[in-house]
């Protein structure tokens, strides 16, 4: 019995060593009002949740327009003080714009351009003049039969202008061209090729609309530009005054060849040939112009170019008598040719 009893008292003096052992281990501050926060550990994502986040499902941007915009400005000046040699202070001035739209998606090509030029002359001892003037707006929408072909089946609308008023200096009473004396404007079908690089577009049009507008009535009875000049009868009274729109259909051949030849020169060659079905079909009105564009740096730049014409309906004009009066004559070469140093801004 004794010992049972003490067996029991050992047991109880275990229970309340490890009661007080626990009782110790709990922290003085904590009091019953307080409250014990458990914190749970974060999830792990998975490998492949964390590669997909990394991963965008949009796809790629494609963009089918295009844009080119470029401004510029050339001077040239010639100053002199006690020169023996002799000369006249001048300086000239020429703004150019080029602005460029194009599109092109799969199949379709759709190229856009409008271009001005417009230059002026200041000399000591007379007035200022006219250098250079020119307005063109042209539009050409291809399709192809395939992605590989170079040879679209194509449209082309070009429609080319002056500005201001054109005089034969020293003559300035009565211009010889006005905006829209004459404006020229082709439409037509036909095949172009292009090629991958797009440096080089020809374009051959079997059927193409040309029209030509003198809208100055004076320059209309005069039958320039080729457009039916007035009637009058035999005492000089006017019967029938000039059309003022000339159209024409004939065959149309362009060709555009732009790039850089060497580093830093860029070589543009364009050239225009088309004659009437109608109208002594095979003399061909030519336009043909080049110009080398030379980059010193982003913003510099210097100019060289030559524009031959050559139109069988425009006719020429001269003061052979020295009188005032100009006097008309048939057709001739036009050749123009220009060099210019300026800055450019394109954007």
């Known amino acids: 019995m004794k010992i049972q009893i003490l067996s029991f008292l050992a047991c109880l003096f275990a ?26 550990p ?93 307005f063109r707006l042209n539009s050409s929408f291809g399709y192809r039969k395939d992605s590989l072909s170079n040879w679209y089946y194509s ?14 200096y020293p003559e300035t009473d009565k211009p010889i061209s006005k905006f829209m004396a004459p404006g020229y404007l082709f439409l037509g079908v036909g095949s172009q090729y292009s090629s991958k690089d797009e440096s080089l577009d020809v ?19 005069e039958g320039m530009f080729g457009v039916q000049e007035a009637q009058y009868d035999d005492l000089g009274n006017l019967v029938e005054e000039g059309e003022n729109v000339r159209t024409e259909i004939g065959f149309l051949v362009t060709s555009n060849f732009t790039k850089e030849i060497i580093t830093n020169v860029k070589l543009e060659n364009r050239i225009s ?15 043909w112009e080049v110009n080398a564009d030379l980059k010193v740096n982003d913003f510099i730049r210097a100019n060289i170019g030559t524009n031959l014409r050559y139109d069988d309906d425009v006719k020429y004009k001269e003061d052979t008598n020295g009188d005032g009066e100009l006097e008309t004559f048939g057709p001739r070469v036009q050749f123009k040719q220009l060099l210019g140093i300026g800055l450019i801004y394109e954007f």
């Open 203 to 221: 374009y051959i049009s079997p059927l193409t609309q040309k029209s030509t507008f003198v809208l100055d009535q004076r320059l209309a009875n």
């Open 42 to 134: 974060e999830p792990v994502q998975d490998t492949l949740s964390v590669v997909l986040d990394t991963i965008s499902l949009e796809p790629p941007m494609v963009v089918f327009w295009t844009e080119k915009n470029a401004i510029g400005l050339n001077l040239n000046e010639v100053a002199f003080i006690n020169w023996n040699a002799g000369g006249n202070n001048s300086i000239s001035a020429l703004v150019h714009g080029n602005f460029e739209r194009n599109y092109k998606k799969k199949l379709l090509s759709w190229k856009n351009r409008v271009s001005f030029k417009y230059g002026l002359n200041a000399q000591e001892g007379r007035e200022v003049r006219k250098t250079d003037d020119e």
């Open 155 to 168: 449209a082309k609308f070009d429609f080319n202008t002056q500005i201001a008023n054109g005089y034969k």
């Open 273 to 287: 040939l088309y004659s009437d079905y109608l109208n002594k079909f095979g003399n061909v009105d030519v336009d």
């Open 15 to 40: 229970l309340n060593a490890s009661a007080l052992s626990l009782y110790q281990t709990i922290p003085d501050t904590i009091k019953p009002s307080d409250t014990i926060k458990v914190v749970k």
